[in-house]
């Protein structure tokens, strides 16, 4: 086992003294020309761009900031954000207590400045997590567990405030966990689309078959609708309905060829119970219904030409 890892999970493993806890989390959009400084942070920040550019400083050292860019930030620190003026930053956060004394009172906040509550607070502490000194920047991709547990992170502590400390707890040891997996792969994964983009994109490929909406989208990313047909038109030059009616299209297109389904059972396996409907989808995008696909197409849809080979006929010896 990495060693790594076997540093984390024997803190874990010291459930006698403390155990981690996420104290505090959310998601942020900022504006154009939005700066703003918080001069003591008290935790272990998780910081995720999830769409958009800027840059961040820590303790007056100029960080970098694009999409599926994941900072793992230092405890008492002092950080400055600069958004950039034409595409702002969209971001997640998550804050660790990498040392919450078991039995200690449950506060589920995070100090920023000196004098607030909880400041310098005797029960909370820092903890050395081997690989993880200063700022660590890594890099995480739609759909990968990470990701999913920052985002159920963020809107476990949007809906619940974070008044369950056990559960607050549950969190804390995953993500920790997963950062360390994280972070032991060495793999830096990249991407030319925003992380909401591919969340967005596996979502369709994974669930096509459902038909979602603009207003599904909007709700798996915790956008607007306007937002939503933004990114796909600034990135992928379509509009979401459309690349979704082309991932039916293309299922359709295989199961057409590649099974003997009735046109109506292919039309339900990819979301379109109505075989009037999805003829005439299938027949404004692909230009033929899918009949006429299936016989232009189809693995017989010529009969074989006779074979004009003269079989091969061994000599026999009496």
Excluded at 144 to 155: S, V
Aim: with cysteine; hydrophobic share 35%.
């Amino acid at each position: 086992m990495h060693s790594v890892q076997k540093a984390v999970q024997s803190h874990f493993s010291n459930a006698e003294s403390s155990l981690p806890a996420v104290c505090r989390a959310g998601y942020f959009q900022f504006a154009a020309n939005q700066h703003f400084i918080n001069e003591r942070v008290q935790s272990r920040g998780l910081y995720w761009c999830k769409s958009g550019h800027g840059r961040f400083e820590v303790n007056g050292v100029s960080y970098d900031l694009e999409p599926h860019d994941l900072y793992v930030l230092p405890w008492n620190r002092k950080i400055a954000h600069y958004p950039d003026e034409k595409d702002p930053m969209h971001t997640g956060h998550v804050h660790l207590i990498p040392d919450y004394r078991v039995g200690a009172k449950w506060m589920p906040n995070v100090p920023h400045e000196g004098g607030e509550v909880a400041f310098d607070s005797p029960d909370r502490e820092d903890v050395d997590w081997p690989g993880f000194k200063g700022v660590v920047r890594l890099k995480i991709k739609a759909d990968e567990p990470l990701g999913l547990l920052m985002d159920y992170a963020i809107r476990w502590y949007m809906q619940s405030h974070g008044e369950n400390e056990a559960e607050a707890r549950w969190l804390a040891n995953l993500i920790v966990n997963e950062l360390f997996r994280k972070q032991s792969q060495g793999a830096f994964l990249s991407s030319k689309y925003p992380e909401e983009l591919e969340r967005m994109i596996v979502h369709v490929n994974n669930g096509f078959h459902l038909s979602p909406t603009v207003s599904d989208l909007a709700d798996l990313i915790g956008r607007s609708r306007s937002h939503v047909l933004k990114l796909f038109s600034k990135y992928l030059s379509v509009s979401p309905k459309k690349y979704i009616i082309d991932r039916q299209m293309d299922e359709a297109r295989e199961l057409l060829l590649s099974t003997t389904k009735l046109i109506a059972e292919v039309g339900q396996s990819v979301g379109l119970s109505d075989p009037y409907h999805f003829s005439k989808l299938f027949r404004r995008h692909i230009g033929i219904s899918p009949s006429d696909y299936r016989q232009r197409h189809g693995p017989f849809s010529t009969p074989p030409n006779v074979s004009t080979h003269r079989p091969f006929l061994a000599k026999t010896i009496d």
